[in-house]
């Protein structure tokens, strides 16, 4: 039996209350998501089981039990205090997925700061927007990030500490670092929790937008309420679960279920902190004997592509349950993981912005694959009419997808953008962005989004933030980004440049602006492919210059081009 057991049955008498009692919460009540993960799970006697195993790119392996990692974290707490760093302070990680980057989330939590988590193969431009939005204090980094932040820290003068969780003793230490070893530094035995409540700031997420810069999406210490009970219904997790999410922390779902989420239920996660390949994954799924394995599309397809003989060379009898987020699941590829792993990846969608898993396939629930399922109970979805923002009165017709806010994990806010924020409002839903239709039994089928958001192998990337990073190339006049077709990302970044006089289009300049592009902002954002124009198609904004190309690209009708300005 699994734990949601019936899902109507859950609908029908349903209440956030359900995970309040199970965590011990009151209304009013301390909350306390580092002490949640840690403290609590020691005290209800699981102080000496396995919460981490941690295999590093050389395949080094950490082992930390509960006990460990609360101690860890009070470490690091005390270590930041020290510091001078307060309640709702930005401190951000800035790491690759290593037992500091996991264990430094729970202490900035722990002291009531707040964990601004950042993807480490960002480049110092995409740094430098979101920690001058954040005004970040500190940064925790390992040496081979930190001269992408020496790069900017003379425009960041909020920036007083960057951590360096690796130093090797040696190399002089440069302006504003310090150094701190977790193996070195002396275990913290307690350490004072901040009383954060319910609607205290806990993490920040930065999110790409079509518009202006990447969004910080504000979540408070009360999502606790929605990760837990969504991870247990959803991904279903048990006591005795080995459980591995594919994502890394520096994106919500490595945060939402890579560390609260199976942390505060007490299970033991695997974390591999290596790149991609199918025989990698499938060695770490027999050597850890995973029971569940929480990942992402553009993964499966690799896999899939793959093929099935490696899959045989491996023992994954172990594999109990698998789920999916990021990008649609393909239906081919819910019939191929059945096929070779003897069960299906059950599609489940949400965003950084709702905190937790909303609309989602259930296990004992009959599973459609192309579908995303149906709302968690306790959310209401609903697929609205694009000009009235009204429900749609009849199934199957495409709208946009509609959530009533009010769940514990949702954004309180845009930092610093209560504009966007409004914007994501019509008439009492909060606006996702996505397009989809339902069908009779009120399965929810994506469509697609309704901006020009590029979502490449489930990571969202703003044209705007790679049209101005275009721009800032010597040789670029004008820019304007879409997305193309891709068989395993399903879309990449495609660059449309016309350049200044005395530059003329060439395969070299093309590399060079490509990987100007992969320094600043990152390798998701980085063109796979450039057209040179002579000029661009001339508009009053610019998101009708990317609907013509976008078209061209999806091989769709160009449509209305009335607003188009002649020159
Ligand atoms: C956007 C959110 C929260 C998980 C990581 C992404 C797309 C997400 C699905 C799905 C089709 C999906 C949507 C959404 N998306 N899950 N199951 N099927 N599309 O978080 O970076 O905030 O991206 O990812 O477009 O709005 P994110």
Avoid at 178 to 197: D, M, N, Q, W
Avoid at 451 to 480: C, K, Q, R, Y
Wanted: charged content about 25%; overall charge neutral.
């Amino acid at each position: 039996m699994s734990n949601i057991g019936s899902y109507d049955e859950r609908l029908g008498n349903f209440s956030w209350s359900i995970s309040e009692k199970e965590l011990g919460y009151k209304p009013g009540d301390v909350i306390n998501i580092g002490w949640y993960c840690s403290d609590r799970v020691c005290q209800m006697g699981k102080a000496s089981k396995l919460a981490l195993i941690h295999e590093g790119f050389s395949g080094v392996e950490r082992r930390y039990t509960y006990n460990d990692i609360r101690l860890a974290s009070n470490t690091i707490g005390a270590f930041l205090r020290g510091l001078g760093i307060r309640n709702e302070d930005r401190v951000c990680l800035f790491m690759d997925k290593i037992p500091e980057l996991y264990i430094g989330f729970l202490a900035i939590l722990k002291i009531g700061a707040i964990a601004q988590p950042l993807f480490s193969a960002f480049g110092d431009e995409s740094l430098y927007v979101r920690l001058s939005d954040a005004g970040t204090t500190a940064v925790i980094t390992q040496k081979k990030h930190a001269p992408k932040i020496k790069k900017i820290l003379e425009r960041l003068p909020h920036l007083k500490h960057i951590i360096i969780v690796d130093h090797d003793g040696k190399t002089p230490l440069r302006e504003r670092e310090v150094a701190f070893s977790l193996t070195e530094a002396k275990p913290v035995e307690t350490l004072e929790i901040f009383e954060t409540k319910a609607e205290s700031p806990s993490v920040f997420h930065y999110t790409s937008g079509t518009t202006g810069q990447p969004k910080g999406v504000r979540h408070v210490h009360y999502s606790l309420i929605s990760q837990y009970l969504t991870a247990k219904w959803v991904l279903d997790l048990r006591e005795d679960d080995i459980y591995w999410c594919t994502a890394d922390p520096g994106w919500v779902t490595g945060t939402s279920y890579g560390i609260i989420a199976p942390f505060c239920l007490g299970i033991t996660q695997c974390v591999l902190d290596a790149g991609f390949s199918a025989e990698a994954w499938y060695r770490f799924i027999e050597k850890y004997k995973i029971t569940m394995w929480y990942s992402a599309p553009t993964a499966i397809r690799s896999l899939m592509k793959a093929g099935d003989e490696i899959v045989k060379r491996f023992d994954l009898s172990s594999l109990r349950h698998l789920a999916s987020v990021g990008e649609p699941l393909n239906s081919e590829a819910v019939v191929w993981s059945q096929r070779v792993f003897g069960r299906p990846f059950l599609d489940t969608y949400w965003q950084t912005e709702t905190g937790c898993i909303v609309i989602s396939n259930y296990p004992g629930m009959e599973v459609r694959p192309g579908s995303m399922g149906k709302p968690f109970p306790g959310i209401t979805a609903a697929i609205l009419n694009p000009s009235t923002y009204e429900p749609h009165s009849s199934y199957g017709k495409i709208g946009l997808i509609g959530l009533r806010p009010g769940w514990p994990s949702m954004m309180r806010s845009y930092w610093n953008n209560e504009a966007a924020f409004q914007g994501k409002h019509r008439n009492g839903w909060y606006l996702t962005g996505d397009r989809a239709r339902m069908d009779k039994d009120g399965y929810f089928w994506f469509v697609g989004r309704d901006d020009d958001v590029i979502n490449t192998g489930g990571h969202l990337v703003s044209p705007f933030e790679v049209e101005s990073a275009l721009l800032s190339h010597p040789a670029v006049a004008e820019s304007a980004v879409v997305s193309k077709p891709d068989p395993i990302n399903l879309e990449v970044v495609k660059a449309f440049v016309s350049l200044k006089p005395g530059f003329e289009p060439s395969k070299d300049l093309e590399l060079e602006i490509m990987n100007f592009i992969r320094k600043k902002l990152s390798p998701l954002a980085m063109p796979q492919e450039m057209a040179f124009f002579k000029s661009l198609p001339k508009t009053r904004s610019g998101k009708l210059v990317r609907r013509i190309l976008h078209a061209k690209e999806w091989g769709e009708e160009i449509g209305d081009t009335s607003t188009l300005e002649d020159d």
